[in-house]
């Protein structure tokens, strides 16, 4: 019986990374050099998208900031789309992070006068306190805040919604840390 379950194991790990390395081919082959694709933030979906952040380097040979990326399931293997300006919703929708509602300018006017914050992403792995410690280590300056039950990591509040955008793709750039702006709320 112990073989068995060891030889399903086997052949089910066998499974996912074929998966995980046809998901990466295709991300791979949108960047300008993709045998130099590094990946980080990598995780699947329950319906079997893969999601992370990948960076690749250019011409010159530089490597540029981490991109968040989706490889969307299909049934001819995987289609790869790379949000290269941090606002591409099909990635966001694919890989479960919420998108953004359209914004009613009253309710953001007033939201604003407060300021704007950047929210680490939810699906950010690894403790809370490590999270802190690599912010702190890089510059960022965060505060723990808890709701709903769970502790959320802002940065800010920025007083500008540019200020605060500018830090997010430094973020994303230079930590591919998934992270969103948010008004800063009342205090």
């Known amino acids: 019986m112990r073989k068995l379950t060891g030889v399903a194991l086997v052949l089910a790990l066998a499974g996912c990374g074929s998966a995980l ?35 690749g380097k250019d011409a010159s040979g ?6 968040s990326y989706a490889a969307i399931k299909t049934e001819n293997g995987y289609q790869a789309v790379i949000d290269r300006d ?3 919703v099909v990635v966001r929708a694919a890989c479960g992070a919420p998108v953004a509602a359209p914004e009613d300018a009253a309710a953001t006017a007033e939201q604003a006068a407060h300021g704007w914050d950047v929210v680490i992403a ?15 280590e ?6 723990v ?10 940065l800010g509040p920025f007083d500008s919604r540019e200020e605060a955008v500018a830090t997010r793709d430094k973020l994303m750039a230079s930590q591919g840390i998934e992270s969103g702006v948010e008004p800063h709320p009342a205090p």
Request: with cysteine; charged share 20%; net charge positive.
């Open 62 to 67: 530089n490597y540029g900031g981490y991109q």
């Open 86 to 88: 941090g606002r591409n």
């Open 122 to 136: 939810d699906n950010n792995r690894g403790a809370v306190t490590d999270m802190m410690s690599r912010l702190v």
């Open 21 to 55: 390395e046809e998901a990466h081919k295709a991300v791979s082959a949108q960047l300008e050099n993709p045998g130099s694709a590094k990946y980080t933030n990598v995780h699947s979906t329950p319906n079997g998208n893969i999601c992370g952040q990948v960076k």
């Open 145 to 154: 805040v808890t709701r709903d039950g769970k502790p959320r990591i802002f």
């Open 138 to 143: 890089h510059g960022f300056m965060g505060s």
